[in-house]
């Protein structure tokens, strides 16, 4: 399965802790002291390091210097720290991020043959909701055949009387194909925060259920459900700044602009969406 960087800045190598840096300053200290005293770099019979007699060797450093690599090694480890955008997470929220230094997994269609099961499943089950479903199938073996890594399939608007499974549908897409999902419901959550997150600065800052079903589920391509979407409203703040749902839609819906969009919390630029 294909996976893709979630955020856009550099993790931190977990090689480089302050145990490793320590110890390459000593080996670096002890191969500029060995020649002064005599000594050599302890070796096995086949001219290879003798990690043994090195620690050994290693260890016997005078206290001072140790303490003072040591030091060092914890300054170099703080101001990388210091330099990464996961510094200016909360502690429980650094920690969920983290496993995802790797990626996360894009859910596919492995050939045309696959997409013209799932259309038929789907179809079976929705009779009435052919022109829907057809788009979907068509979406998917465009896909298929451009050769692209995961399924994106273009933003569908379902417009029809209520009670006819419009909800139903594009969950059970969803079902079919492998991908988790969510339904946001427009009518109760009619402002940005709880998709595309809350602004830093705020007290209340973090991130939407959108990125939290990134992180909790580790696929970058959820289907995600508005559902009553057109009965939306404008939320505005005191001072007069809109928070619309709608507004923060747009840039998940266009393409090149989702491929980058990134957290109103500024957690990540996720890739995926």
């Known amino acids: 399965m294909t996976r893709i960087p979630f955020a856009l800045f550099p993790f931190p190598n977990p090689n480089l802790s302050a145990e490793v840096i320590e110890r390459r300053l000593r080996l670096h200290l002890a191969g500029l002291i060995a020649p002064k005293i005599g ?3 302890p070796l096995n019979a086949d001219d290879t390091i003798d990690e043994a007699g090195l620690n050994a060797l290693l260890e016997s450093m005078p206290y001072a210097k140790t303490l003072r690599l040591r030091q060092r090694a914890t300054r170099i480890v703080e101001r990388r720290t210091e330099k990464s955008p996961l510094s200016r997470l909360k502690t429980v929220d650094r920690k969920r991020i983290t496993p995802l230094r790797g990626g996360v997994e894009l859910i596919g269609i492995p050939n045309e043959h696959r997409a ?13 909701m052919g022109p829907a479903t057809e788009t979907a199938w068509h979406g998917m073996r465009r896909l298929v055949q451009r050769g692209d890594a995961g399924l994106r399939l273009p933003p569908i608007l379902l417009d029809g009387p209520p009670g006819i499974g ?59 459900v508005a559902d009553e979407v057109e009965k939306a409203g404008i939320a505005q703040s005191d001072k007069g700044r809109s928070f619309d749902l709608t507004a923060a839609l747009l840039p998940l819906l266009e393409p090149l602009s989702a491929g980058n969009w990134t957290c109103a919390s500024t957690w990540a630029g996720s890739s995926g969406c």
Do not use: C
């Open 116 to 128: 013209d099961e799932l259309a038929a499943t789907l179809h079976a089950e929705f009779l009435w």
């Open 39 to 41: 000594m050599k770099p």
């Open 166 to 224: 419009k909800g139903h549908w594009a969950r059970r897409l969803g079902t079919l194909i492998g991908a988790p999902g969510m339904v946001y419901d427009a009518t109760t959550e009619n402002a940005s925060f709880g998709l595309a997150g809350s602004q830093r600065g705020r007290g209340n800052a973090a991130p939407g259920r959108l990125v939290n079903l990134t992180l909790t589920e580790r696929v970058a391509n959820p289907v995600v």
